[in-house]
């Protein structure tokens, strides 16, 4: 078995959340949350079972990227493959809440950069 690591949260800059809110509600029917908790930041869910992201309000656009979160059971462990597969570390596992879990950046051996999240 390959194990959990399946896509977990999406995270899309954007210079308006209510705009996005509108738009991504018109066009996909998508279920946007804008009181959150978190400023400049409304959570996303694609589909009942499907994965879920946010649109975080950002100045620029960091060249029109977005961040794509991949699940994982233990996020230093996956780091430690990460580096040795020619990958590098962007941000250290850091706490969301109790709530949301952890999460942490890495930038994969082709330049990306991705994320990973997990509850524990």
């Known amino acids: 078995m390959v194990g ?3 896509f977990a949260h999406i995270e899309l800059p954007v210079d308006d959340v209510s705009k996005a809110k509108e738009f991504y509600e018109k066009v996909f029917d998508w279920e946007v949350t804008i009181e959150t908790g ?17 649109f975080q309000k950002a100045e620029k656009m960091l060249n029109e990227e977005m961040i794509i979160y991949i699940s994982t059971d233990d996020i230093g462990k996956t780091f430690e493959k990460i580096i040795a597969a020619g990958g590098e570390i962007i941000q250290e596992k850091t706490k969301i809440s109790d709530e949301y879990g952890f999460y942490g950046k890495f930038k994969d051996s082709c330049g990306n950069i991705l994320g990973l999240w997990t509850r524990n």
């Open 4 to 6: 959990n690591h399946n």
């Open 38 to 54: 978190f400023e400049d930041y409304a959570f996303f869910r694609e589909s009942e079972d499907g994965i879920g992201g946010a």
